[in-house]
C-alpha cells in the first residue's frame, strides 16, 4: 500500500511538471531540446525511488543526447508503468501467496481447532463422566454414612443392652458364687458331720484291735518265757522283721527285747488315741481347708498303731509256726 502510495504521488509530481511544458510547447512552434545538464537538473530534482538515475542514463544512451521533454516525460512514465505493472504483477503474487498461506494457516487453525475442539469435547466428556462418578461416590458414601449412623445407633443400644446383661450377670455370677459358696460350705459341714458321726466306729474298731493285740502279745510273751525248739533260728527270722540292736547293741539282743520295744510303742500310741478321743471334733477346725483334709486326726495314730501291730502279728506267726513244726521240744515255763 505504501508503495502505490508512492507511485501515485510520483505520477501526480510527474503531470504537474508536465503542465508549463505543454503551454510553452503550444506558444512555440519548434520543440526545446534538454542538454545533459538540464536532465541531470531534472533528475536531481525528482530523486524518484522506482527510476533511478542509471537507468535514465541509459534510456538517453538509447534515444540519443537530443530529447524533448515530453519524450523525456512520457519515456519516464512507460518505465514507470512498465514497473508498476512488475510491481503490481509481483503484489498479486505476494497477496496470492499470502492468500494461500493464510488459507494454509486457516486450514491449519481450523483442524488445530477442530482437534482442540475434539480433544476438548473429549476431556469434557470424561470430566463429566468423572463428575457423575464423583457424584455417584457422594451418594454412595452418604448412604454408607446414613447406613453406618444407622447401625452405629444400633451399636450403641446393643452396646447399652450388652452392659446391662453385665451388669445382669455380674449380679447373677456373684449370686451364684454366694450361692456356690453357702452350698460349698454346707458340703463340707455334712462332711465334717459326717467325720464326727464316724468317729465313734473307729473308737469302737480300734478297741477291738487293741484287745486282739493284747492276747497276742500274751500268747507271744507265754512263748517266750518258755524253751522255743531252734531258737536261734527263731532269732534270725524275728531279727529279718523286725531289726538288728532294736534296744540295745550287740549279738546279745533277744526276743524278748525285740519286742518289748514295739509293745511299748504299742501302748505309747494307745495312750495318744485315747487323749486324742477325748477331744472334740470342732467345726472351727475344719471351715477353712478343702474337703480332701478332712481327716480326723484319730487316722494318723491309728495308722502308726497298725504298723507297729503288724510287725507283732509277724512274730507272732514265726514263733507260732516254730512250735507247730516242733510241737514236742517246746517247753513252757514252769
Known amino acids: 500500500m505504501k508503495k502505490k502510495l508512492k507511485l501515485r504521488i510520483l505520477i501526480f509530481c510527474i503531470l504537474f511538471s508536465t503542465i508549463p511544458v505543454g503551454i510553452n510547447v503550444n506558444a512555440e512552434a519548434e520543440p526545446k531540446f534538454v542538454t545533459n545538464e538540464e536532465l541531470q537538473s531534472s533528475l536531481d530534482k525528482l530523486k524518484l525511488d522506482m527510476a533511478t538515475k542509471d537507468e535514465l542514463r541509459v534510456m538517453l544512451q538509447q534515444q540519443g ?28 503474487s505476494l497477496l496470492s501467496l499470502l492468500a494461500i498461506i493464510v488459507a494454509v494457516l486457516t486450514l491449519f487453525g481450523g483442524i488445530f481447532v477442530w482437534i482442540s475442539r475434539r480433544a476438548f469435547s473429549s476431556k469434557v466428556g470424561e470430566v463429566e463422566t468423572k463428575l457423575n462418578e464423583m457424584k455417584q461416590l457422594k451418594n454412595e458414601a452418604i448412604t454408607k454414612m446414613e447406613t453406618v449412623r444407622e447401625l452405629n445407633v444400633n451399636l450403641n443400644l446393643a452396646i447399652r443392652e450388652a452392659q446391662d446383661l453385665q451388669i445382669n450377670l455380674n449380679k447373677s455370677r456373684s449370686a451364684f458364687e454366694e450361692e456356690t459358696e453357702r452350698i460349698n460350705q454346707l458340703g463340707k459341714y ?140 517246746f517247753k513252757p515255763k514252769i
Not at 514497473?83 to 504483477?89: D, K
Not at 549279738?251 to 500310741?269: A, F, M
Request: glycine share 2%; charged share 35%.
Open 65 to 92: 543526447d537530443n530529447l524533448t521533454k515530453e519524450e523525456i516525460t512520457q519515456q519516464l512514465i512507460d518505465n514507470q508503468k512498465s514497473r508498476i505493472e512488475i510491481l503490481e504483477g509481483n503484489i498479486s
Open 190 to 329: 455334712i462332711e465334717f458331720l459326717e467325720l464326727k458321726v464316724s468317729r465313734p466306729e473307729h473308737i469302737r474298731t480300734f478297741d477291738n484291735n487293741v484287745n486282739q493285740s493284747k492276747s497276742l502279745i500274751s500268747k507271744l510273751e507265754y512263748w517266750l518265757e518258755g524253751t522255743l525248739p531252734n531258737y536261734e533260728y527263731a532269732l534270725l527270722k524275728v531279727t529279718e522283721v523286725l531289726g538288728q540292736n532294736v534296744i540295745k547293741e550287740g549279738p546279745d539282743e533277744t526276743i524278748q527285747d525285740k519286742l518289748s520295744y514295739y509293745t511299748e510303742s504299742l501302748k505309747e500310741k494307745e495312750s495318744s488315741f485315747r487323749e486324742e478321743a477325748e477331744r472334740p471334733l470342732k467345726w472351727e477346725d475344719y471351715v477353712d481347708k478343702d474337703r480332701e483334709d478332712f481327716i480326723d486326726p484319730l487316722n494318723d495314730i491309728i495308722i502308726d498303731w497298725e504298723k507297729s501291730y503288724d510287725y507283732i502279728k509277724e512274730v507272732h506267726g514265726i514263733i507260732s509256726a516254730q512250735i507247730s513244726m516242733n510241737p514236742d521240744k
